[in-house]
């Protein structure tokens, strides 16, 4: 059974701070996505990583793919009130997808 | 436009009916999917269906009925229904083929509270 560890699993910031999500497993997958949910609604996509070793930047959020292809991180940079929300990664494998546990960001004004 | 729609938002009932959720994208997606998310957050799959053909059924109770009329369309209905089945149900589209992730695409969700 293919699992992804999330950590943290809350996290509570000032705004202006930076931080780090990181998505972790002992699985190779096909491709890593990182989705961003916001209370009420469904889960929205970030980005989609596939070749290992990858950085992909997204204006503030800067996503990298592990070389192995076993894990991730997501990396904020000055972090704003709007960033608030559950993030989740999901890792390709076996035609679904794998959910972590997600990882709840507050960021405070 | 919406692209994947869910009806209906918030379904509350009794332990022991049964229920509907019904899932419509417009993406001309190949692929639909069932997940559940728990208290915790947590979102697992339950269903996959690919050309209206299931694909992947995730050990999940036989009350759960899934349906899919054609490849735009994945319903689920719940037979008697339990505590346990509250949470949060989303249902997701994605165009799956040669090189292509599993990219999802999700409805905004059902809320179902069992009393």
């Known amino acids: 059974t293919q699992l992804l560890e999330q950590s943290p699993q809350f996290l509570s910031i000032q705004e202006g701070e930076n931080l780090t999500v990181y998505c972790n497993s002992s699985?190779?997958?096909?491709?890593l996505q990182w989705y961003r949910q916001e209370p009420g609604e469904g889960p929205v996509l970030l980005v989609t990583?596939?070749?290992?070793?990858e950085v992909k930047k997204l204006k503030r959020l800067t996503f990298q793919f592990g070389d192995a292809r076993k894990d991730s991180s997501l990396h904020i940079t000055a972090a704003q009130t709007g960033d608030t929300g559950l993030y989740l990664c999901a890792g390709e494998g076996g035609n679904k997808l794998v959910f972590g546990a997600g990882t709840i960001l507050r960021v405070k004004s | 436009d919406t692209a994947v729609s869910q009806t209906p938002k918030y379904l509350v009932t009794q332990m022991g009916n049964d229920k509907s959720i019904k899932c419509e994208q417009n993406l001309g997606h190949d692929t639909m999917y069932w997940y559940k998310q728990d208290s915790k957050k947590f979102l697992k799959i339950m269903f996959s269906y690919n050309n209206k053909e299931l694909i992947i059924n995730e050990t999940v109770p036989n009350r759960f009925s899934p349906k899919s009329p054609d490849k735009a369309h994945l319903n689920l209905h719940i037979n008697s229904l339990e505590l346990g089945d509250s949470a949060v149900y989303f249902c997701?589209?994605?165009?799956?083929?040669?090189?292509?992730?599993?990219?999802?695409?999700f409805g905004p969700g059902t809320r179902l509270t069992v009393t």
């Open positions: 990583v596939v070749t290992g070793g």
């Open positions: 997701a589209s994605s165009q799956v083929g040669q090189g292509i992730s599993y990219e999802q695409y």
């Open positions: 699985s190779v997958f096909s491709s």
